[in-house]
């Protein structure tokens, strides 16, 4: 059974720090990795989508990895900004589909 | 880009009513919506996924007689909570799939609270 572990639970950074969001899985047979932005009592919106045979993607100031082999991906944010604060959410899709969630970074990015 | 909308976003009702939350994607076809449920500072978890002119398939230890889900068009998915009770309140989301294309993001709605007094 395929399990997502994100570390760390919650995150509080000074403004403009260079931070990393980790996101480990078990079952290396995924058909991608996804990361999410979720805000206080909102859905979810999509950061970066990494397919198995990537190794990374970028957008802005986003940067996700993805080592399959080990089962990690790493979510990269530089120059932090008060309005990144948010839980991040890492997400892989299994053979049948399924999206399997880990349980979140809550980053605060302090003024 | 693709747009899912939720509805309603927030419901507050008495104990023994029955809530209807409806998923629709906007600008795409879905042939595949899921539902999940996320208790407070916990993560997703998907309740059963919806498939467009035949029955859903649920998660273990969901009760498909208690979320009864229907997805009659390639746009709308509908969650039904029947008999609602306090255990009920919860956060509820769906996304969507975009048709025929299963290595694509998939796309959320911004969520249903639903609060059962």
């Known amino acids: 059974k395929q399990e997502v572990t994100q570390i760390p639970a919650a995150l509080s950074v000074p403004e403009g720090e260079n931070l990393v969001l980790n996101c480990s899985f078990t079952d290396s047979a995924i058909y991608n990795l996804q990361w999410f932005r979720q805000d206080p009592g909102k859905g979810l919106t999509s950061l970066l989508l990494?397919?198995?045979?990537?190794r990374e993607q970028t957008s802005g100031r986003l940067n996700a990895s993805l080592d399959k082999s080990s089962g990690r991906s790493t979510l990269y944010i530089a120059a932090s900004q008060p309005g990144d604060s948010a839980t991040y959410l890492c997400?892989?899709?299994?053979?049948?589909?399924?999206?399997?969630f880990g349980s979140g970074t809550r980053l605060l990015v302090r003024p | 880009g693709a747009v899912v909308s939720q509805h309603p976003s927030w419901v507050i009702c008495k104990s023994g009513t029955s809530v209807k939350i409806e998923c629709r994607s906007l600008?795409?076809?879905?042939?595949?919506m899921f539902w999940y449920r996320q208790f407070p500072k916990q993560s997703l978890m998907l309740m059963a996924t919806?498939?467009?002119?035949?029955?859903?398939?649920?998660e273990q230890g969901v009760e498909k007689d208690k979320f009864l889900i229907n997805h009659a068009s390639l746009t709308l998915s509908t969650l039904t909570v029947t008999s609602a009770h306090p255990e009920d309140s919860s956060f509820y989301i769906c996304?969507?799939?975009?048709?025929?294309?299963?290595?694509?993001?998939?796309?959320f709605g911004d969520g249903t609270r639903l609060s059962i007094l």
């Open positions: 997400a892989v899709k299994d053979s049948s589909y399924k999206l399997i």
């Open positions: 600008d795409f076809q879905a042939t595949t």
């Open positions: 919806s498939n467009e002119g035949s029955k859903a398939t649920y």
């Open positions: 996304s969507a799939l975009l048709r025929g294309i299963s290595n694509q993001p998939q796309h």
């Open positions: 990494i397919q198995s045979s990537q």
